[in-house]
């Protein structure tokens, strides 16, 4: 069975930082593609980044520049280096995984940022 646990979420000041982990284990090596989604109280579901294995990144334009992801292959961890919070960072985020046909979520954490 694969999993995904998110760890790193809570409260935080605006401008402040806030530093994401997930880790995949089960029958996961070194999935093609994992990436952080987000979804606020009712907004859908969006993309934040994504990191193949080779290193290439995906960021939303929202959070270019404040963002940066960062995987270790042989560890099949994924992070999430947040600085410059706004308060409209504040949802649950969520870890993805792709590997082979299949497609794996976390349960997601809660990032909350406001004064």
């Known amino acids: 069975q694969v999993q995904l646990v998110e760890s790193g979420g809570g409260s935080v000041q605006p401008g402040g930082p806030v530093r994401l982990s997930c880790a995949a284990s089960?029958?996961?090596?070194?999935?093609?593609?994992m990436g952080w989604y987000r979804q606020a109280p009712g907004k859908q579901r969006e993309l934040v980044a994504t990191?193949?294995?080779?290193?290439?990144?995906n960021y939303a334009e929202s959070v270019k520049g404040r963002f940066t992801i960062s995987r270790v292959n042989a560890k099949n961890t994924v992070d999430l280096q947040m600085n410059s919070l706004k308060p409209e960072d504040t949802a649950v985020y969520y870890c993805?995984?792709?590997?082979?046909?299949?497609?794996?979520w976390g349960q997601g954490t809660q990032v909350t940022v406001s004064s």
């Open positions: 990191i193949t294995r080779g290193g290439m990144t």
């Open positions: 993805n995984a792709k590997h082979q046909l299949r497609e794996y």
């Open positions: 089960g029958s996961i090596v070194s999935s093609n593609l």
